[in-house]
């Protein structure tokens, strides 16, 4: 069963930085997709950031040049470095992965940002 817990959300001004972590449990496959979602309040989830095997990326085009998603096979974590934050990336910003028969969600971790 995989578990995944994200952490290293929190309150930031316009223009800060922050890095979400995803600490993943269970039986997790490199080649697997894994990415970061977010809901923002009276919206639907949007995908931002996703990394599939061999680490090719995608991102939204609101965060392009301002988020970078990476993992770490060996530590089963999944970053999202965020800069150049603004109030609009407020959301709760949720982990995934892929597995093969079902997707794998966090519970989510709350990111403000707000002056």
């Known amino acids: 069963q995989v578990q995944l817990v994200e952490s290293g959300g929190g309150l930031v001004q316009p223009g800060g930085s922050l890095r979400l972590s995803c600490a993943a449990s269970?039986?997790?496959?490199?080649?697997?997709?894994m990415g970061w979602y977010r809901q923002a309040p009276g919206k639907q989830r949007e995908m931002v950031a996703r990394i599939f095997s061999g680490g090719i990326t995608n991102y939204t085009d609101s965060v392009k040049g301002r988020f970078t998603i990476s993992r770490d096979n060996a530590k089963k974590t999944l970053y999202l470095q965020m800069h150049s934050l603004k109030p609009e990336d407020t959301a709760v910003y949720y982990c995934n992965y892929d597995g093969r028969w079902r997707a794998y969600w966090g519970q989510g971790t709350q990111v403000t940002v707000s002056s």
């Open positions: 269970g039986t997790i496959f490199s080649s697997n997709t």
